[in-house]
């Protein structure tokens, strides 16, 4: 059972660019979590989806940055007209449910965003 | 709100010492609390977890915490370091007893010498 697959694993883009970041959720889970790390700092929580739903994206920033669950393939964060703030890791991971305590969230490796 | 302190941002111990990571947190509800560790260049890897049953739980690796609400504490420990436990240590904190919106302290790099 492949875990959670993020790529591309680094992605370099010049100001203004767009940047898409990919992340396939294990097999069975229907939950994914995006969470930011910046340099020396903890992860930050930024949207949770579920298929084709944005349940909590109340860590989004208000512009430029936008997620999506299709029904089919994987979870999209995209990031448009990037800037040098924007480098960072980005994190994704995925569950099966939620609301249960024997429930995991599974991390993926991450993109690491590098803004030139 | 909730939040998270890891005091700390750094810690050194010498092979086969104790390991002691600490983890402080404000929650206005019963928090649930995780211990994370991430190796260089990987993702995170749950620990452990806290989720009201015991108070001191027993995780992977040789590591527990113990939950203490009189001390909104929730420290780790290992009682003899391995080279590979050098890694980052991340402690979080949620309000649900699934993994949905978890809030992270900043980590503690632990580093291990022979």
């Known amino acids: 059972n492949a875990g959670v697959m993020q790529n591309p694993r680094h992605l370099v883009r010049r100001r203004g660019q767009e940047a898409r970041l990919r992340c396939s959720p294990m097999k069975g889970h229907s939950h994914v979590y995006w969470y930011r790390q910046l340099p020396e700092e903890g992860l930050k929580f930024m949207v949770y989806?579920?298929?084709?739903?944005?349940?909590?994206e109340s860590g989004m920033p208000k512009e430029r940055f936008s997620a999506e669950f299709p029904k089919e393939g994987p979870s999209i964060l995209r990031i448009q007209q990037v800037v040098r703030g924007d480098s960072a890791a980005y994190f994704c991971?995925?569950?099966?449910?939620?609301?249960?305590?024997?429930?995991?969230?599974?991390f993926g490796q991450g993109t690491r965003l590098t803004v030139v | 709100a909730q939040s998270v302190t890891q005091l700390g941002s750094h810690v050194s111990v010498s092979e086969g010492a104790l390991v002691l990571l600490r983890c402080n947190y404000s929650s206005s509800v019963p928090p649930y609390l995780f211990w994370y560790v991430q190796y260089p260049n990987q993702g995170l890897q749950l620990l452990l977890k806290y989720t009201s049953a015991a108070t001191l739980v027993k995780g992977i690796n040789g590591f527990e915490a113990e939950f203490k609400k009189s001390e909104t504490s929730f420290h780790l420990t290992k009682p003899s370091a391995h080279m590979s436990d050098a890694a980052e240590y991340f402690c979080?904190?949620?309000?649900?007893?699934?993994?949905?919106?978890?809030?992270f302290g900043t980590g503690t790099r632990l580093l291990v010498s022979p």
């Open positions: 979080a904190v949620s309000d649900q007893a699934g993994f949905q919106k978890l809030v």
């Open positions: 989806l579920q298929k084709e739903n944005i349940i909590d």
């Open positions: 991971a995925s569950s099966p449910s939620q609301g249960r305590t024997n429930t995991e969230a599974f």
